[in-house]
């Protein structure tokens, strides 16, 4: 299993961008699903989550700017940053719970991370 982040790069304050991030591999199942994030000398902090039935949590910091969803046929999980500020400048990487269909396991797996930079 693995999961593979795209859609990072250099935005101005007050743009946006789209992140996405697919799973692939011996999935039986993706439970939660979620996006982190970490700046440069700071520790990695939750950005949104979405449950397998679709509730969601935001960090205070983003939300009403943020959005997070999924679509489960393309077990792909997104994330529409909006009105961006340079302090959104991270490393974000996505998370899931899954379903190992070829060891039986449920366990949380990590995408490799997609730069977001934030400046004028």
């Known amino acids: 299993v693995q999961l593979v982040e795209s859609g990072g790069g250099l935005v101005q304050p007050g743009g946006s961008l789209r992140l996405s991030c697919a799973a692939s591999g011996s999935i039986f199942s993706i439970y939660g699903m979620a996006w982190y994030r970490q700046a440069p000398g700071k520790q990695r902090e939750l950005v949104a989550a979405?449950?397998?039935?679709?509730?969601?949590n935001y960090a205070d910091s983003v939300k009403g700017r943020f959005t997070i969803s999924r679509d489960n046929a393309k077990n792909t999980v997104y994330l529409q940053m909006n009105s961006l500020k340079p302090e959104d400048t991270a490393d974000y990487y996505c998370?899931?719970?899954?379903?190992?269909?070829?060891?039986?396991?449920?366990?949380?797996?990590w995408g490799q991370g997609t730069q977001v930079t934030v400046s004028s």
């Open positions: 998370n899931a719970d899954i379903l190992d269909s070829g060891l039986g396991t449920k366990r949380p797996y």
């Open positions: 979405i449950t397998s039935d679709d509730n969601t």
